[in-house]
């Protein structure tokens, strides 16, 4: 009859042990420093049922890095590198970077073409980026880079775009049609949206970047806001699957008007919103525009709140967080390294 209670506390120990590692493992780290044995799977916060983590956005700017449209490179990679440093843990960020590309994958640096040549910096972000990923040991054939016009002398070298459709229509559950054929050149994407008011979706950010460009015919998804043909788009497999991470260029944003770009509903911000979480950095755009919305003068009538349905949907399917109890929002200063 001793047994059980001897036994019971040597249960409970290992059970300790194993919760502390687990949870090691899992956070991309160990407590020697070296990589958990999932830091390189992408993982939501939403997988997390017991609610022990929160989803990670940080909002990261340099007050130097921007003058008008014109980016200041240095400053620019400082964000980057801080970002990824934050959201591993790592202080390499050779090391850091490595935690969601690794060395011989083919990775797709994602772009919003909507507005680009009116914001003006999707391509000196892009070439700032890449300038990044070179300096960890990157090559340019490991990059392809989709949605710009105009590309950075960086991109010299980059893998050639596939423009097209594939042939076999895949069921994206409310409804089907064919993706982008430049998804089956990549093992995994790195989704870069532009932040910007839509009178059609509410708002543009990570979820849309991922769903409306990469079918052939999207009409359907001005229907209802683009509720939930976003979202059942986005949750594809051949989508969201090699999605690793999402940094979304908010230098400037469009809080009112979109998607006509219109230069008095610019906001400079000087900052890049970067998670692995799509529904929590696209909830942080969404407050972050309405901030800048009550602060500027609108036309007549305009509403000063946005709405983005889809958001809600998404967080019911399991694609990250919309509620802000769940979302670690830092804004910080880039590193001066």
Not at 26 to 40: C, E, R, Y
Not at 186 to 195: E, K, N, S
Not at 309 to 323: I, Q
Request: some cysteine; overall charge negative.
């Amino acid at each position: 009859m001793r047994y059980p209670i001897l036994i019971s506390p040597i249960i409970s120990c290992f059970v300790l042990i194993f919760a502390y590692v687990g949870l090691s493992q899992l956070s991309g780290q160990t407590d020697n420093g070296n990589p958990g044995i999932f830091a390189v799977k992408y993982h939501n916060a939403i997988e997390d049922p017991l609610h022990l983590q929160k989803s990670q956005v940080y909002d990261i700017y340099g007050e130097f890095a921007m003058r008008g449209t014109a980016l200041h490179a240095p400053s620019l990679r400082k964000m980057f590198n801080t970002a990824i440093r934050q959201l591993t843990g790592l202080s390499d960020e050779s090391k850091a970077w490595r935690q969601y590309i690794g060395d011989n994958e083919r990775v797709a640096l994602v772009f919003c073409s909507v507005g680009e040549r009116e914001l003006g910096t999707n391509s000196q972000f892009c070439g700032s980026l890449l300038q990044t990923l070179y300096r960890c040991d990157y090559h340019p054939e490991n990059f392809l880079i989709v949605g710009l016009k105009e590309l950075p002398d960086e991109a010299k070298g980059t893998m050639p775009y596939l423009y097209g459709w594939q042939d076999n229509p895949v069921d994206f559950y409310s409804d089907s049609d064919d993706l982008a054929l430049w998804l089956n050149q990549v093992d995994a994407i790195i989704d870069i949206p532009t932040i910007m008011d839509d009178n059609i979706f509410g708002m543009r950010g990570c979820l849309t970047n991922l769903s409306w460009p990469l079918i052939k015919s999207p009409a359907r998804l001005y229907v209802s806001g683009g509720d939930p043909f976003i979202c059942d788009i986005y949750r594809l497999p051949q989508i969201r699957g090699k999605v690793r991470l999402h940094i979304a260029n908010s230098l400037r944003i469009l809080c009112y008007g979109g998607p006509e770009v219109l230069p008095a509903y610019i906001k400079q911000t000087g900052s890049i919103l970067v998670s692995t979480d799509p529904v929590a950095l696209d909830r942080v755009a969404l407050e972050l525009i309405r901030r800048e919305r009550r602060l500027m003068p609108l036309p007549r009538g305009a509403d000063l709140q946005i709405d983005a349905g889809y958001l809600e949907t998404a967080e019911a399917m399991g694609l990250g967080y919309r509620d802000l109890n769940f979302i670690d929002y830092q804004r910080m200063a880039h590193d001066k390294k």
